[in-house]
C-alpha cells in the first residue's frame, strides 16, 4: 500500500523501541475520568509505521447509516487476544501496558485493532467505546499513535468544553477511569494537507 508520510525531524531512526512508561503525564477530566499522555514513547515510530502500513491485511468496511450503507472511513485491522500481532514491539508495549496500569485495571490488555487513517478525510466519528463492559464499569483503552499527527478530540457526554490532543508519530495516550461512559473522543476530518496515521488501541478482553 503506497504510503506518502512525511517524517518526523526528532525520531530519524529505524531502531523501533520503546521508552520509559513511567513519565507519563496524567489529567483529570472529571466525572472519575482521566487520560496519560506520554509524547514519544515509541522511537522509531516512522519506520513502524511504514512496516505496518505495508504488511497489515488492512480491510475497508461498510456499515448501514439510516437508509445506505456508505463506506467507514478508515481502514481496519484486528487482534484477538491468541494473535500473533504484526511486530514485535506491539506485543511488548501491551506487556508493558499491562504491568504498569496491573493495579489500577486490574486484569491484561489482551486485544489491539489498528485504525490507518488515510489522510485528513479519513476520520471517526463521536463515540465511547461503551460496547460490552465498557458500558457499567470502569475501564482503560490505551492508544499508540504512529505516523502523522491527527487531532484527538475529547468532549463530555452531557455536553461542555473539548480537549484536544494531537498524536502521532509514537504518542500514547490511555483514556481510563470512567473516560468511555462520561466523555466521548473522536478524530475529526481535516481540510489542512494531513499525512497518514495509524493509532493501535489496546484494550482489556470484552471492552470494544
Do not use: N
Not at 485504525?115 to 465511547?128: E, N, Q, T
Not at 457526554?157 to 483514556?175: A, E, K, N, S, Y
Amino acid at each position: 500500500m503506497a504510503t506518502h508520510l512525511q517524517g518526523s525531524l526528532f525520531d530519524q531512526t529505524d531502531d523501533i523501541r520503546l521508552g520509559p512508561l513511567g513519565e507519563s503525564r496524567r489529567s483529570e477530566l472529571g466525572d472519575g475520568a482521566w487520560i496519560d499522555l506520554l509524547p514519544g514513547w515509541l522511537h522509531g515510530a516512522d519506520a513502524l509505521f511504514t512496516l505496518l502500513a505495508s504488511d497489515v491485511p488492512w480491510r475497508a468496511e461498510r456499515r448501514q447509516m439510516y437508509e445506505h450503507a456508505v463506506d467507514v472511513p478508515r481502514l481496519l485491522a484486528f487482534y484477538r487476544a491468541d494473535d500473533p500481532l504484526p511486530h514485535p514491539v506491539l506485543a511488548e508495549a501491551r506487556a508493558t501496558l499491562t504491568a504498569h496500569y496491573a493495579a489500577e485495571l486490574g486484569e491484561p490488555f489482551t486485544t489491539a485493532g489498528l485504525c490507518y487513517y488515510r489522510d485528513g478525510r479519513d476520520s471517526v466519528a463521536w463515540h465511547g467505546d461503551r460496547i460490552g463492559r465498557g458500558a457499567r464499569e470502569d475501564t482503560m483503552v490505551a492508544i499508540l499513535s504512529v505516523g502523522a499527527p491527527r487531532d484527538l478530540v475529547l468532549r463530555p457526554r452531557h455536553g461542555g468544553g473539548t480537549v484536544r490532543r494531537p498524536l502521532g508519530h509514537g504518542d500514547l495516550i490511555v483514556m481510563g477511569g470512567s473516560c468511555q461512559r462520561t466523555w466521548e473522543h473522536a478524530i475529526p476530518k481535516s481540510t489542512r494537507a494531513t499525512g497518514p496515521r495509524i493509532s493501535i488501541q489496546f484494550r482489556p478482553s470484552g471492552v470494544s
